[in-house]
């Protein structure tokens, strides 16, 4: 099947303001063959973005797992003193 060369508007630049909003997009001509290259990439764009955000959503739970095996550690050195009868030196810093 072949193309058509066809010629659409589409977004070429867009113009920001000073806190870098979208103020205005400037138009310009883009064939077919270029429109599905930017589709393509647009695609690809979200596949990888769809990716980070499950990796994001398993680091979450790691982080909560993280913290629970920090306390769980904290608790078992405590029960580790008390069992041998001495508590655990701390240096407590001087305020100011």
């Known amino acids: 099947m072949a193309q ?30 270029q ?9 690809a764009i979200q596949a990888e973005l769809a990716r980070i955000n499950r990796r994001l959503e398993a680091n979450e739970g790691f982080l909560v797992l993280a913290k629970e095996l920090r306390g769980l550690n904290e608790s078992l050195n405590a029960i580790a003193y008390a069992a041998l009868g ?9 305020a100011g």
Do not use: F, I, N, Y
């Open 4 to 33: 058509s060369h066809e010629v659409r508007p589409a977004a070429a630049r867009t113009r920001r303001d000073e806190r870098g909003r979208v103020s205005g997009v400037e138009r310009k001509d883009v064939s077919d063959r």
């Open 35 to 43: 429109l599905e290259a930017l589709l393509a990439r647009l695609d």
């Open 86 to 94: 001495q508590s655990p030196q701390v240096r407590r810093r001087r």
